[in-house]
Structure formats: C-alpha cells, structure tokens
C-alpha cells in the first residue's frame, strides 16, 4: 500500500486544480506518490478521425501534456514532485482505470464540460460509480458562480 498513488484526474479546469492541490496535501500526510493524469483523444466522424489543419496524434497529445503541466505549475508550483500522465481516452474510463492501482481518487466536482448547472460532473459520477478505492469530489469552490 505504501507505494500506491494518489491519482488525480486533471484537465486544467479550476475544480481539477483545486482537486491537485488537495491531493498533494494529502499525499504528504500519508507519504504517498502523486499521479497526475490528463486523458485525451482524437474527434472522430461516423468512425473516422477528424483533425483541424496541421493537427496532428502528436499535436494533440502534445497539447494534453501542456495543458497538464501548465495545471501543475499552477496547482503546485515549478518544483512540484508529481508524476504527470497524459493517457489517450476517454477522461472517466482513465480516471477509473487508474483507481485499481490507487490508494485514492480525487476529481474536481465539475471540470471543462458544457453542463455547468450539474451538482456532479459526468467524468466524477462515473469514477464514483466504477472506481476500485475511495473517491474523494472536491466539491465547486462557490456554486453560485457556475
């Protein structure tokens, strides 16, 4: 068990720095490994890829792991000691996927999708419902504003 992280599921939004932050704290208190993990994927049509002018698989992965470590600094600082993960799927598969090797899941309770005036995300309630260790939600920081 001492070598299980704390998995953190991460898309740049303020619940999912919120979210790392929290974990980190934590992580210290238990002596546990942070993971930081970014899922991403391509668009795709009827079955087929659709990618913009120039957009390449390497772009748009390249892309996810800015945006994760852009997230990090801005969660934890430039020296912060967290794996960072960037992992092609969809963001609730790979959060629960990574429960199974986890001490602890934490997710932001909303993250960048459209529905604003949900209590709980769509990626939170499927990590809840499927993960294989505790799950902790961080809860929207002023529910009002959404």
Same mark, same amino acid.
């Given at each position: 068990m001492m070598d299980e992280p704390i998995a953190v599921g991460v898309d740049g939004s303020a619940d999912s720095i919120r979210a790392l932050r929290w974990a980190a704290d934590y992580a210290q208190l238990v002596d546990a490994p942070v993971v930081a993990l970014l899922a991403w994927d391509l668009e795709t049509v009827y079955g087929r890829v659709v990618l913009a002018e120039g957009e390449s698989k390497e772009t748009v992965e390249g892309e996810a792991r800015d945006v994760l470590a852009d997230a990090v600094r801005e969660a934890l600082g430039e020296d912060a000691r967290v794996e960072q993960r960037t992992v092609r799927g969809h963001p609730a598969q790979v959060v629960a996927e990574a429960s199974e090797r986890a001490r602890l899941? %934490? #997710?932001?309770?909303? /993250?960048? /999708? /459209?529905?604003?005036?949900?209590?709980? /995300?769509? %990626?939170?309630? @499927? &990590? &809840?419902? @499927? *993960? *294989?260790?505790? #799950?902790? #939600?961080?809860? @929207?920081?002023?529910?009002?504003? *959404?």
């Open positions: 899941v %934490v #997710v932001g309770s909303r /993250g960048r /999708g /459209g529905f604003t005036s949900l209590l709980l /995300g769509s %990626v939170s309630q @499927h &990590v &809840v419902t @499927h *993960a *294989a260790c505790p #799950v902790l #939600v961080m809860p @929207h920081e002023d529910p009002t504003s *959404a």
